[in-house]
């Protein structure tokens, strides 16, 4: 009996031995890796030698498309045709600035997405009603959608981009005016309303690094240019619809005109008084800078009044708001002493006269000091 038992036992356990012989191994997945994307790379500076101007836009990006000027290779890897556009704009960018040529960038920029929009045999519809914000979203696709892959470097360059193609969106609605026959008579006007804003831009800049003793934080200088682009194209759109829409009404708040005593002496010598009882010596440059932004401001609200002279009174009386808009906004710039565009304390920044402040608040806001700290 003892035998019998000890025979099924052997039985048993050589069974279990041969099922566990052919057991099916067990499989396990390895997860699937994602496209390698080089990140060995080097940006290159502008080389005013080995990209030479030419008028010839196709030649010139040509050049330009030989170089690598940013970085953001999970967006080159994704979608290498757009990088290339912003790759080669950038250099554009780059090289305007080089040659002191900033008045091209934006037909460059326009030539490059026209040719982009041909190469992809893409169209730009825009419906009317909604034509900024289809412009703004057509724009972004050019710049890298991998927010959560950038460095310290490429946060850089994507707010370079945003500043850029922000400044191009006005050129862009400036262009379609231009185009429209019965806005003919407005061509001159327009282009020099354009180029009167530059030299703001130029001017304002100059005065940001001034009173930075000639070395202004990045960001404040990205900083001052966003709210630059975010008012002009604000205005413009303004001057888009009245002049693309019958009887259009401003959706705006209406604004005050302001004296030119108030807008182009009274703050303007609180300023200068400032920048005197705050340097001790050395304080020529600033007043010169200053200067140069107010003579560049008043020639451009002069080439505002001048076109709009030009409009009928419906669309007069849309493109005056939006201008004295603009002469508010100026205005808290200046007594807010170009302050509160880069980095600073919530305190700080709430302490600064606000855009949207009442006009009561606006009249009695005494300045912070120059040298009031962050």
């Known amino acids: 009996m003892r035998n019998y038992c000890r025979i099924i036992v052997l039985f048993i356990l050589c069974l279990f031995a041969a099922c566990q012989q052919n057991k099916p191994a067990e499989v396990v997945e390895t997860p699937v890796a994602g496209p390698v994307v080089d990140t060995t790379y080097e940006l290159e500076e502008i080389d005013t030698l080995s990209v030479r101007w030419n008028d010839d836009f196709a030649s010139l990006f040509l050049q330009l498309d030989q170089h690598r000027y940013i970085g953001f290779p999970h967006f080159k890897s994704g979608d290498s045709v757009r990088w290339q556009v912003s790759n080669g704009i950038m250099g554009a960018y780059m090289l305007t600035k080089a040659l002191g040529r900033e008045e091209v960038l934006d037909s460059l920029i326009d030539w490059r997405i026209g040719r982009y929009l041909a190469v992809t045999q893409g169209r730009l519809r825009l419906e009317s009603g909604n034509e900024f914000t289809q412009m703004e979203q057509f724009i972004k696709q050019f710049r890298s959608p991998h927010k959560a892959d950038l460095d310290m470097d490429e946060e850089g360059q994507d707010r370079q981009l945003e500043i850029i193609y922000g400044a191009y969106i006005p050129y862009f609605f400036h262009k379609l005016l231009r185009n429209m026959p019965e806005n003919k008579k407005l061509e001159a006007s327009l282009e020099c309303e354009r180029y009167a804003w530059r030299k703001v831009k130029r001017a304002q800049r100059r005065l940001l690094v001034a009173l930075y003793e000639g070395n202004a934080p990045v960001n404040d200088l990205l900083g001052l240019a966003k709210a630059?682009?975010?008012?002009?194209?604000?205005?413009?759109?303004?001057?888009?619809?009245?002049?693309?829409?019958?009887?259009?009404?401003?959706?705006?708040?209406?604004?005050?005109?302001?004296?030119?005593?108030?807008?182009?002496?009274?703050?303007?010598?609180?300023?200068?008084?400032?920048?005197?009882?705050?340097?001790?010596?050395?304080?020529?440059?600033?007043?010169?800078?200053?200067?140069?932004?107010?003579?560049?401001?008043?020639?451009?609200?002069?080439?505002?009044?001048?076109?709009?002279?030009?409009?009928?009174?419906?669309?007069?009386?849309?493109?005056?708001?939006?201008?004295?808009?603009?002469?508010?906004?100026?205005?808290?710039?200046?007594?807010?002493?170009?302050?509160?565009?880069?980095?600073?304390?919530?305190?700080?920044?709430?302490?600064?006269?606000?855009?949207s402040c009442s006009y009561t608040d606006f009249y009695k806001y005494v300045p912070m000091k120059l040298d009031a700290q962050f």
């Open 228 to 355: 630059q682009n975010t008012n002009k194209t604000r205005a413009d759109l303004e001057l888009y619809f009245a002049l693309t829409r019958k009887k259009y009404v401003t959706s705006d708040t209406l604004y005050e005109k302001l004296t030119d005593q108030f807008a182009y002496y009274d703050v303007y010598n609180g300023f200068i008084k400032d920048i005197k009882a705050t340097e001790k010596v050395g304080f020529g440059k600033k007043i010169k800078a200053l200067t140069a932004e107010q003579n560049a401001w008043m020639a451009y609200i002069y080439a505002r009044r001048v076109l709009s002279g030009k409009l009928t009174p419906e669309q007069e009386k849309v493109y005056d708001n939006a201008t004295n808009r603009l002469q508010k906004w100026h205005i808290v710039q200046l007594k807010n002493r170009f302050k509160g565009y880069g980095y600073c304390s919530d305190a700080f920044r709430s302490s600064l006269l606000q855009d």
